[in-house]
């Protein structure tokens, strides 16, 4: 199938703004957020939700497999973080999905990557940095989120030979040196963001891709387009100390505005089985090798 061709700013409105979000929601602007956009994104800090964590009889349908890790792990601290990352993913799944949170059963790819069993359509990114936590959830490809706190320091001249490609260091060595931090973590968080939609993390190499100074298209290292709006990329500042970037694949396939778990089926895909078990003409099988 053609990728989209949509480029520029406009592309950035593909994305979701994020949703800071507690136990008790907002999950309806979750809900509808996917419906809208086919993702959702969302950030909140570990404190927001140490009450569901500590308390909630329903911890342990809630967890899934997930509670035996748990259980297991004996630091408090680290238990704390580890339910609470679990609990905001399946939250957001849930609201994102139209169903119950303890009915989803979360699993981890090779690398740690979090996936809903069963629901293929359905991708989903976690980042968390100090006490904030994100998570990104699309059905139309791929996601990825990452997030910095605002006031990172990074050094360009140690660094930029590990983030950035020839053109964006040419664009940085342009800005008055204490512009230059700033605009390298924002590419940082860029990229991050990339290779954790793809599924790459740090192994794709930061410089062999980039990103201009609107950061709405994927770049080569020479700064040309290097894909047709297929990807659209969004940073936010978000708690006031936080920087949170989104990416976001569009595979091109038809969307549906059914985002409930239950009944969500891609309308290409049943377009194409239909034509499959389409009886065909006997003289249009002839001749055919099955």
Not at 47 to 53: F, I, M, P
Not at 71 to 98: C, E, G, I, Q
Not at 190 to 216: I, M, P, S, V
Not at 266 to 279: N, Y
Request: with cysteine; proline share 7%.
């Amino acid at each position: 199938m053609k990728p989209p061709t949509r480029t520029g700013p406009a592309d950035a409105g593909r994305i979701s703004e994020p949703v800071h979000v507690r136990p008790g929601g907002p999950w309806q602007r979750v809900s509808q957020d996917m419906r809208r956009h086919g993702n959702a994104v969302v950030y909140t800090t570990w404190g927001e939700w140490l009450g569901t964590a500590v308390t909630d009889p329903g911890l342990r349908p809630l967890l899934g497999r997930d509670w035996q890790r748990y259980r297991r792990t004996a630091n408090p601290l680290t238990r704390f973080r580890f339910v609470t990352s679990r609990l905001v993913t399946k939250f957001t799944a849930a609201a994102a999905l139209d169903t119950r949170p303890a009915d989803l059963n979360l699993a981890y790819k090779i690398g740690g990557r979090p996936y809903l069993r069963g629901l293929d359509q359905v991708d989903i990114s976690l980042t968390h940095t100090d006490d904030l936590i994100a998570v990104g959830v699309s059905r139309n490809g791929r996601i990825g989120v990452d997030a910095e706190p605002a006031d990172r320091a990074m050094s360009f001249d140690l660094l930029h030979g590990h983030v950035c490609s020839p053109a964006e260091r040419a664009e940085l060595e342009l800005l008055p040196q204490e512009r230059r931090p700033a605009e390298l973590l924002r590419l940082w968080t860029l990229k991050e963001a990339y290779t954790k939609a793809l599924g790459q993390g740090l192994r794709l190499g930061f410089t062999e891709f980039g990103f201009g100074a609107d950061a709405q298209g994927l770049l080569t290292p020479d700064g040309r387009p290097a894909s047709r709006g297929e990807w659209a990329f969004r940073t936010h500042r978000v708690l006031g100390r936080y920087l949170l970037t989104t990416a976001c694949h569009d595979a091109g396939l038809d969307t549906s505005h059914d985002t409930a778990a239950r009944t969500m089926l891609d309308e290409g895909f049943m377009d194409a089985v239909a034509g499959l078990l389409t009886p065909r003409p006997p003289d249009a099988a002839a001749g055919t090798d099955t």
